[in-house]
């Protein structure tokens, strides 16, 4: 096999290529020991932010459980997208089961290796925003209730885009989706409904609560190995953008989950027991515009005359954001 | 040793000695007494390594379930008609995956109208998901089929439902002879899964499978079920030669030889039914039961040969499908050769209500007289029928007809 040196560049973005750290800070998926969990040839679209996502989650938390690790998937893309028998993008131990049942089933993964004298080994479930805030949220509530020992994921792209790109409780206000149009008054996805996962998660004071994005995978995979350093129930909030339900070019993904972070509209934070212990601090701050304009899932708030009464609202939700999580970068 | 206990707390004592891995557990009538026991008995050490999972939902009852089968775990569950609905996707799915999941169901009547009382209505609504179905006659019975389901189960890697009626079993007290632990361990070989979540060995499970691959995947299922109708009756000849009780099998014959006419049924009712046979066979008349064990796989080469030489058949049974009649004398009749008997059904015992033995004699003279219907409810109160029918023909707003027949019943309109 040859060998081509690959160079990094500064982006622009404050991010920096491993090659500028030093070993000890680079990512997991700097390193040629990497489990590789979620392996090349599977049928994600290009750009995908969940494939993004699962891959640094996952070999993070093999590195930081030494290999031991059963993965407990929900259905959805990721599980479709990764099993197209006979091929399987996975290295690691996987099941899955049902849509709304990936937390129970990894409860019972856990319940059976704590019972065969083998809790060395650690589960992780995951699923979209569809199977954890919605289909799966009773059995997710359960497994934070009993503090089970799992580490549950959730690859939140904001609607059901595996369906065709339907709403979700996870998909934002005015965002068009087939089940949200961008018809009439109030086009696209009301505002003031919607559920907020990690806070939920929170008010089950479990030990650990992180949000994330795929703009920032060394905090995604620093999360995951904190996540990894409790016993009980964890749980972790990927924002993964999906070129297909937004309405993005595939090379935008990094670049809107960064906006997402920066204009305040997705929050990036941590919790133990129910208490903030830590924030990523906006570094160059940006309205909401500058997010929501790349996404066709929100052309509607821009075209002819627009409708900056909805654009305003929405930049009230990030402001919202900021202040409650204390956001704001450091010369503000 | 003969000891005088609930059929639950039989039942919890048999499972305990199957060694399960993970009991999982969300409460419902009647199926409670059965995991509260197991919980006591995993709480105070007795059963370790053993978890215990007080779920949230049946959904999540059978989701935790099939991830600790799964991982390789022996898995124990117990629920009864809403609970079985209410989890029935993942009845499906662990069936799907292949995993022996053993679950009791307290077979208890569905609702709307609620119900708390047995009928067969729940385990009815799952036949066709790929589990073998057990129905139990007694107590005893109840206890033993357990041990022989986690046996069936794991080495068929399909997932076994032991039925015992609700309420009339399992709160019943009665003689049990409780199985020697020595004899469940030789008995019953340590769990050795075909495909298990193992870190040092991954692979993946539950895939999807298109058209090109589906049929076969299923029809393979399906031959597990016909590989059970072999190891079933094996399974129970091995137990009665350790115990020496004829619990399980397929089929459970009774006074058959030179029957002219004989009553088919599961499950408790069966014992009513032989007392009416033997008082009918006192008075010189040629009658028998058939008590289907064995109703997933449904054994219908045995029951074809058990019903050989009847002239008529009657299928007494706690269920029926809405706008079509009997469920197992569906089955029944599949078994019966097209030249063969004429086959009633009576719909009995719905929601709990009463099966004497006046009223199986009954049956058996309107059969003899040849005025039983093809299918028929037994004692079903036609006057209050009738009366809310009328109410329904006079006034579009009717209301609530559950509501309107308790009324009837309660002031007079009722039958009896």
């Known amino acids: 096999m040859t060998e081509t040196r690959v160079h990094f560049y500064q982006v622009g973005s404050f991010a920096v290529g491993n090659r500028l750290l030093s070993d000890a800070d680079r990512t997991v998926q700097a390193s040629p020991e990497r489990t590789n969990s979620l392996d090349a040839g599977h049928r994600a679209c290009q750009g995908c932010g969940e494939a993004l996502g699962a891959r640094y989650a996952l070999d993070a938390a093999m590195r930081a459980t030494g290999g031991r690790l059963v ?107 087939a089940t949200s149009e961008a018809l009439g008054a109030d086009p696209g996805n009301v505002f003031g409904q919607g559920k907020d996962l990690p806070r939920l998660a929170m008010a089950h004071d479990i030990p650990y609560v992180a949000t994330a994005t795929v703009a920032d995978l060394h905090d995604l995979e620093r999360k995951v190995e904190r996540a990894m350093t409790f016993r009980g129930a964890r749980y972790l909030h990927v924002l993964v953008p999906c070129p297909l339900g937004w309405g993005a070019a595939s090379a935008d993904t990094v670049r809107l989950a960064r906006l997402a972070a920066e204009s305040g509209f997705f929050p990036v934070f941590e919790a133990e027991h129910g208490v903030v212990t830590g924030v990523r601090r906006i570094r160059r701050r940006v309205g909401v515009e500058e997010y929501l304009r790349p996404q066709r899932r929100f052309a509607h708030l821009f075209a002819g005359e627009g409708r900056p009464d909805l654009v305003a609202r929405l930049q009230a939700l990030a402001d919202a954001n900021i202040q409650r999580y204390g956001l704001a970068p450091e010369e503000e | 040793m003969l000891q005088q206990l609930e059929g639950s707390r039989a039942v919890a004592e048999t499972v305990a000695r199957c ?56 898995t124990y569950t117990a629920t009864a008609s809403q609970g079985l609905l209410f989890m029935i996707e993942a009845v499906y799915n662990a069936a799907g995956l292949g995993l022996p999941v053993v679950m009791t169901l307290a077979n208890r009547a569905i609702g709307a109208p609620i119900n708390i009382w047995n009928d067969h209505s729940d385990a009815m609504a799952v036949r066709d998901a790929g589990w073998i179905q057990l129905f139990a006659e007694t107590n005893q019975e109840a206890a033993d089929l357990h041990v022989q389901a986690f046996r069936l189960a794991e080495a ?23 199985i020697d632990q020595a004899v469940v361990d030789s008995f019953l070989p340590p769990y050795e899964p075909r495909q298990v979540l193992d870190p040092d ?73 032989k007392d009416a046979v033997d008082a009918r066979r006192e008075a010189g008349e040629r009658v028998g039961v058939l008590g289907v064990a064995a109703f997933r796989p449904f054994p219908i080469a045995a029951v074809a040969d058990a019903l050989h030489g009847a002239r008529r058949v009657i299928v007494v049974e706690k269920a029926f499908s809405l ?94």
């Open chain 2, 201 to 273: 060995d991954p692979v993946s499970i539950g895939a999807m499978v298109g058209p090109e691959a589906f049929e076969e995947v299923r029809y393979l299922a399906h031959l597990r079920q016909l590989d059970a109708l072999e190891l079933i009756p094996s399974v129970a000849e091995e137990f009665a030669a350790l115990t020496g009780r004829a619990s399980g099998g397929l089929l459970h014959p009774y006074r058959l030889e030179d029957a002219e006419t004989v009553i088919v049924a599961m499950g408790s009712v069966l014992g009513t039914i």
């Open chain 2, 156 to 178: 068929l890697s399909v997932p076994v439902m032991v039925c015992m009626d609700g309420f009339i079993l399992t709160h019943a007290v009665e003689a049990v002879d409780l």
């Open chain 2, 19 to 74: 060694r399960p891995e993970v009991v999982c557990a969300y409460p419902i009538s009647p199926q409670t007494h059965i995991i509260e026991a197991l919980g006591a008995m995993v709480k105070d050490g007795r059963l370790a390594p053993c978890e215990f999972i007080n779920v949230e939902s049946e959904y999540a009852a059978m989701s935790v379930s099939i991830g600790a089968s799964a991982a390789g775990a022996r």
């Open chain 1, 71 to 177: 993965a407990v998937n929900a259905t959805g893309c990721l599980e479709v997208f990764s099993t197209p028998f006979p091929e399987t993008s996975w290295r690691i131990a996987w099941l899955h089961s049902l849509f709304g049942n990936a937390p129970a089933v990894a409860t019972g993964v856990a319940a059976a290796m704590r019972a065969k004298g083998r809790d060395d080994v650690r589960v992780v479930g995951q699923a979209g925003d569809g199977g954890t805030v919605d289909i799966g949220f009773g059995t997710l509530s359960g497994l934070f209730e009993r503090n089970d020992d799992v580490l549950f994921i959730c690859y939140d792209n904001e609607g059901y885009m595996n369906t065709g790109v339907q709403r979700s409780a996870a998909t934002p206000p005015t965002a068009r989706t």
């Open chain 2, 323 to 416: 706008g079509m009649g009997g469920v197992l004398a569906t089955d029944v009749a599949t078994a019966s050769p097209a030249s063969g008997p004429d086959l009633a059904t009576v719909v009995a015992g719905l929601g709990g209500r009463p099966i004497t033995r006046r009223d199986v004699e009954g049956v058996l003279e309107r059969s003899a007289r040849g005025t039983l219907p093809r299918l028929s409810f037994l004692n079903l109160d036609e006057d209050v029928v009738a009366r809310e029918r009328a109410r329904m023909a006079a006034s579009r707003r009717s209301g609530p007809f559950a509501e309107n027949v308790l009324r009837d019943v309660a002031t007079g309109g009722a039958r009896r």
